[in-house]
């Protein structure tokens, strides 16, 4: 009995055995597998993450990857069998993209993968997000380019009084009052079904958000509430909200620094904010710590050059010819500040809104054409040579708060008639247009690609 069982023994090892020397060569034959889980469209700064069947060699696997046509990006390894491209600049929109992994070897024992991997991809629509009020009633809404219906993205039962949209168009930060008579910030995705609190504020009000280019911090104006609700509430001052450690602290650590209105550098290490009382614009370097100051009397917009070494102001100054309103450029790369527009004007022409392309050197802004009309024109131009054209000029109209989409193709805005009901009415320009297009009724547009 016993030699039985051992035979018997012997016989199942010996299948074990086959099973598995059979399983390694068919393994061996079938080589490396890999996958790539995509959406239907990619974001514009979409991560892609292709996972292998087994552990590579990271500099093997990295040799046989390609992105037609050619984007710059970073490699990184999340673990040993999954690795994440993730590109330095936006994804083109209207190109189909080809992510291609060659045939090759990926281990060190030589496993390979032995037929090309090819997936396709392609940018999403962007959309753009703004604020609509009716009826006692003010939310979020989102639209498409593509005439596609309106999508309301806040709930009804919330009042929203200020947001800012991520530069990669996947959430929103917004503002709404709560049960204390403060403000707090909440957070919304793009397909506005997920609307949270992000920060209770209690009796202080939190408003002007703004979202660093990274995605990492949240840069607001916070006022502290009195100490009894029948005192005013205390000066804005500039706080920061760290949406990963969840750190949230003021700006500067003098509680007389007030400012309001806070922009972030696109390499969201500046923050920038206006202190009314001293009339001044206040900047931030995160990185050095160092401030810096730059007086102004406007209280308006700033727009920085895409590399973060410039921005734009307006002031305003007393001349022979009265008070005039000038467009001045701080450049931090030289520790200059020199008046671009303005210092001989004969008449005062209100520059106002700025906006600096995020892909060329030209700057939209905001002027009258004349002292006897509140119009405000859009003029394009080259800050190098001061030469440009004027892009919106419709007769009875007035414009401000443009914002240029990702790409620097396209410019959204802010119109008003000034006669008649008064009516916001967002408005679009692309290169080519004789005259803006209307895209819907309401305020304060932001990209959301």
């Known amino acids: 009995m016993k030699s039985n069982f051992d035979k018997a023994a012997l016989g199942v ?9 059979l399983t390694i060569l068919l393994g061996a034959q079938a080589g490396v597998r890999v996958s790539a889980t995509l959406p239907e469209r990619i974001a514009p700064f979409q991560k892609i993450n292709l996972i292998f069947s087994e552990p590579v060699n990271p500099q093997m696997a990295e040799a046989l990857l390609d992105v037609q046509p050619a984007v710059d990006g970073q490699i990184k390894w999340l673990d040993s069998r999954t690795m994440q491209f993730a590109p330095f600049h936006p994804f083109d929109l209207d190109i189909v993209y080809k992510l291609i992994l060659s045939p090759g070897i990926l281990t060190e024992n030589g496993a390979v993968l032995k037929k090309e991997q090819v997936w396709q991809m392609r940018v999403r629509d962007p959309l753009i997000v703004y604020l609509l009020t009716a009826e006692n009633q003010s939310g979020l809404w989102t ?18 009084i200020s947001f800012d949209a991520s530069y990669d168009g996947e959430f929103i930060i917004f503002t709404s009052v709560n049960g204390q ?16 609190i992000l920060l209770d504020c209690g009796r202080d009000r939190c408003t002007t958000p703004a979202i660093s280019p990274n995605g990492a911090r949240i840069a607001y104006s916070r006022e502290a509430a009195g100490p009894s609700p029948d005192l005013p509430f205390g000066s804005p001052r500039t ?104 210092e001989n004007d004969e008449i005062d022409y209100s520059y106002f809104s700025l906006a600096w392309s995020p892909a060329e050197d030209v700057v939209v802004l905001g002027f009258r054409k004349s ?14 040579i001061l030469d440009g054209i ?22 959204i805005f802010q119109q008003f008639k000034l ?31």
């Open 181 to 196: 008579g403060g403000i707090d910030l909440w957070r919304v995705n793009r397909a506005g079904d997920d609307a949270s």
């Open 143 to 160: 639209m498409g380019l593509n005439q596609n219906p309106a999508q309301r993205l806040t709930p009804e039962t919330m009042k929203v």
């Open 371 to 384: 002292e006897g009309s509140p119009a405000q024109v859009f003029w394009l131009f080259d800050p190098g």
């Open 390 to 411: 004027i892009i919106a000029d419709q007769e009875d109209y007035t414009y401000n708060s443009p914002r240029w989409d990702l790409w620097g193709t396209a410019l």
């Open 239 to 342: 706080w920061v909200l760290d949406l990963q450690s969840g750190g949230n602290s003021a700006v500067y650590a003098d509680q007389q620094i007030i400012g309001y209105g806070p922009a972030w550098s696109p390499d969201s290490q500046k923050i920038t904010s206006y202190d009314g009382l001293a009339d001044q614009i206040r900047m931030f370097d995160l990185e050095t710590s160092q401030q810096f100051v730059f007086p102004s009397n406007t209280g308006g917009p700033i727009t920085w050059s895409a590399d973060s070494t410039k921005f734009m102001f307006t002031d305003i100054q007393q001349g022979e010819n009265g008070l005039h309103t000038r467009v001045r450029l701080a450049d931090l790369s030289l520790n200059d500040t020199t008046t671009l527009l303005g």
């Open 419 to 449: 006669h008649g009901k008064l009516n916001s009415e967002i408005g679009l320009w692309k290169s080519g247009f004789s005259e803006p297009l209307v895209l819907t009724r309401g305020l304060m547009p932001h990209w959301l690609p």
């Open 13 to 21: 090892l010996a299948l074990l055995s086959l099973a598995l020397a």
